[in-house]
């Protein structure tokens, strides 16, 4: 199942990063859009696993 969140998170990561709207006058510095793309992506890792594990409780519940 790991797997499965490293590879979503990669492909938010490439797509976030290919679909900036910023031009470089406006970026802080020369990584400024990976460095984003990269947060967003741990961020909604973190969100997958919270739903992943409200998942599987729900599942032991009904499972019970």
Do not use: I
């Not at 510095?29 to 909604?44: F, I, R």
Request: proline share 2%; net charge negative.
């Amino acid at each position: 199942m790991r797997k499965h969140y490293r590879l979503m998170s990669a492909t938010l990561l490439v797509a976030l990063t290919a679909c900036t709207a910023e031009g470089p006058d406006t970026q802080g510095h020369v990584w400024q859009t990976q460095t984003d793309a990269l947060e967003k992506a741990k961020n909604v890792d973190g969100m997958m696993q919270d739903t992943f594990a409200r998942n599987q409780q729900a599942l032991e519940r009904q499972e019970q």
